[in-house]
Each structure stands twice: as C-alpha cells, then as structure tokens.
C-alpha cells in the first residue's frame, strides 16, 4: 500500500501470517524525484481502473450465476 501528498509518500511493507497482517515496515519520504514517480504511478493506475458498475458487469457475463 501507498500514499502520496504534495508533500510527502508513504508506504508500507506488510506480511500475512497466521490469516494476521504484520506490518514490517514503513517507509516516509519527502524527495521530490520519488514524490513525482510515484504521483506518475497512481495516475496511470487510476486513469487505467474500470468502474465498479462495469466490473461487476463484466464479472456476471463472465460467470453467469
């Protein structure tokens, strides 16, 4: 998981054990070189993500229930 301000990006490094998520790192950082390719990944991420609306559609045409 990430998140990023105009200030700052933050994440975290997380592990699954025994069904119990254990966070085992976090990292804030505040470099303008990271700040902007990180900006760069969520947006493309975003601007690359289907609707609710039409994944559930798509899910249904594909399964058919």
Request: hydrophobic share 40%; glycine share 2%.
């Amino acid at each position: 998981d990430f998140a990023i301000s105009d200030k700052y990006f933050a994440c975290t490094i997380e592990r699954n054990e025994e069904d119990k998520m254990i966070l085992d790192n976090m990292l804030l950082n505040d470099d303008r070189a990271n700040l902007t390719f990180y900006n760069m990944i969520f947006e493309k991420l975003w601007n690359s993500a289907m609707g609710a609306e039409e994944r559930i559609k798509e899910l249904e045409r594909r399964y058919k229930y």
